[in-house]
């Protein structure tokens, strides 16, 4: 994701920016560059890949300098190189832009600015914003006014940091939608998209909100609105530790990644919902509309937690799309003797996009002329180089993009532009659904609490949830070390049902969707049998609520959709129960981030 610092002061500015944006590198991106005000002058220096490329072109003598901004670029318009990456500057190059979040309006705002003589260098709808500022100096604006009439052409999301020669000891920072704060230092003051960027030369900071722009200089500071009347902000000290600053305040970083997720599922749907033709703009994927049309059977294949997000894309792609689609183990798929062909698409999901056996699947499906596509949550990994689209995070971003694929499919075939409609609205809303989800985390940490001395757990699903079951057992196995199966909830008769004790908590995971009546029929056989049950249930739910021993609730959204959901107490109680039983959540025994081995 897109990272931002910036820097005032009486020190060298450029060695400063590259170690904070060193520092955001965990955040993923695909080129780095920075841009300092010197001599009367911005100098630019940019670079496709990893800071480290940056620092190599830069060599020895660092570009001079004392204000400055750097950024990281993790693409959304415009392919990830060197002329994409920010900073980006105006026609004069007396100014350079920063910017995360997207402008959603810079097609117009372009195509007008290149009418009235502006020349464009990138790709990127950040430049725009550079040309609109431009524009505003030249009729005589302060930088401020400049920025401030600018912002308030845009429509989209914005955390933008700006310098120009005119005010060479300023760095102008504006936030809507994307996060930024100023960092307050003595007689230095800085600016970044993230405090862990910042912390090594200040603790107190200044959290921006949306619609505010600040005026930062070494020596002082201040915060205004768009019509830059003055606003009074307080300063937080951040006393986190150094790894706790890593973890961005949390116990672990397993909770972290789990409470960032209405945050990765805005970053995974952002610019790619089309609400008016009520489709998905999917812009990684290569494959021409007319492509897809002949696609005329999908196989996903995966490992781990990507193969349970396949199982939800088979179940979506066939009821929405109406496309013949199945779910391979990729170790599997690679050595058996699979059937494709040209009209085969084969969509190889993967977190880090380095799996062995996931990567292997895929060159053999290519090997066999079927159409391949990687859907990846990192930028610029193998799978995203070797196949022939890709697109974007773990388990919940990883069901939004199958969610985006699957409304593209749909809106080629069977789905009407009115349900199209209802689809992207829904996604729309999932990011707001996810956080009312996770404020529920003290209830999961007391169920957690109970069902920490349990030596089994099943957990039981149907449909789109059944693979949500898959998840949760994995996710208690692997962190809490507690034997788990995920099982569809009435295959549970035909065998485990044998297990069912009053020693054996059993969670159903049971939103009002279509097959709910028929989980309401497997949690009584399993209350008869004298089984603990945990349900997740939808809000206000009261039929299973009084039959569960305990409930966790989960807003009501699309059936398709609701995995997002229901997932997320299964990740906190695995989470507590790991924490309460002593394991090491994050660095789990006998599991590697990357499995780059078959
Ligand atoms: C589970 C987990 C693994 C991975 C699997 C595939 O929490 O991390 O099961 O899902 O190793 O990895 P990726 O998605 O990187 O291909």
Request: glycine share 10%; with cysteine; hydrophobic share 45%.
């Amino acid at each position: 994701m897109c990272g931002i610092v910036g820097y005032t002061g009486p020190r060298p500015a450029a060695p400063l920016l590259l170690d904070g944006l060193k520092r955001l590198e965990y955040r993923g991106y695909d080129s780095a560059g920075i841009a300092l005000v010197a001599d009367g002058r911005i100098e630019v220096h940019k670079a496709p890949g990893k800071i480290s490329v940056l620092e190599k072109e830069l060599g020895t003598s660092l570009p001079p300098g004392h204000t400055g901004i750097a950024h990281t670029r993790w693409a959304t318009h415009g392919a990830p190189n060197m002329v994409n990456a920010h900073p980006h500057t105006d026609c004069g190059g007396t100014l350079a832009l920063a910017h995360n979040g997207i402008i959603e309006n810079a097609g117009p705002l372009r195509a007008a600015l290149a009418k009235r003589g502006h020349v464009f260098r990138s790709e990127t709808d950040t430049e725009v914003l550079a040309h609109l500022i431009e524009e505003r100096l030249a009729a005589g604006g302060a930088l401020l006014a400049a920025v401030a009439g600018a912002l308030q052409q845009l429509e989209g999301t914005y955390g933008i940091a700006v310098v120009s020669t005119r005010e060479p000891d300023t760095i102008i920072a504006a936030r809507h939608g994307s996060p930024l704060l100023v960092a307050i230092g003595a007689g230095e003051n800085f600016v970044a998209s993230d405090a862990s960027a910042v912390l090594a030369h200040t603790r107190s900071v200044v959290y921006m909100d949306d619609g505010e722009i600040a005026v930062v200089r070494p020596t002082d500071y201040r915060i205004v609105d768009l019509d830059t009347v003055e606003k009074e902000k307080t300063i937080t000290r951040v006393d986190w530790d150094l790894a706790t600053i890593e973890r961005g305040g949390f116990a672990h970083f397993m909770l972290k990644e789990i409470m960032e997720q209405p945050e990765s599922l805005r970053n995974t749907l952002r610019g790619r919902l089309l609400e008016e033709d009520g489709t998905a703009k999917l812009g990684g994927l290569n494959i021409e509309d007319a492509e897809l049309l002949q696609v005329n059977r999908i196989v996903f294949t995966a490992c781990g937690t990507s193969w349970h997000s396949a199982l939800i894309g088979e179940y979506m792609m066939e009821e929405l799309a109406r496309i013949p689609s199945e779910v391979e183990y990729a170790s599997e798929f690679r050595y058996r003797n699979p059937i494709v062909d040209d009209r085969t698409l084969v969509v190889g999901i993967s977190q880090s996009g380095e799996t062995a056996d996931t990567l292997a699947a895929l060159r053999e499906a290519k090997r066999r002329g079927a159409r391949t596509l990687g859907l990846v949550n990192v930028v610029g990994s193998t799978i995203a180089r070797e196949v022939d689209g890709a697109s974007t995070k773990a388990f919940t971003s990883q069901i939004a993009a199958l969610a985006l694929l699957t409304l593209k499919m749909g809106r080629l075939r069977a789905l009407s532009i009115l349900q199209g409609r209802e689809v992207v609205r829904a996604l729309g809303r999932l990011p707001e659904l996810v956080a009312r989800v996770l404020t529920r985390a003290p209830e999961v940490e007391r169920i957690g609490e109970r069902m920490m001395r349990a030596g089994n757990v099943l957990y039981l699903g149907r449909g789109y949830n059944f693979p949500v079951a898959l998840e949760g057992a994995l996710k208690l196995k692997e962190i809490s070390y507690v034997h788990a199966e995920g099982y569809p909830a009435a295959e549970m008769k035909h065998g485990p049902i044998a297990l069912i004790d009053d020693l054996m908590p059993v969670v159903f995971i049971a939103p009002k969707d279509a097959v709910y009546q028929k989980v309401v029929s497997n949690v009584e056989e399993v209350k008869a049998r004298g089984g603990r049950v945990i349900a997740v249930v939808t809000e206000g739910d009261t039929g299973l609520a009084k039959l569960a021993d305990q409930k966790i609730e989960v807003p009501e959204t699309l059936d398709f959709l609701t995995p997002v959901l229901t997932v997320l107490p299964l990740q906190l109680l695995a989470y507590y129960m790991a924490v309460r039983r002593g394991c090491n959540v994050d660095q789990p025994r006998n599991l590697a981030k990357s499995v780059t081995v078959e």
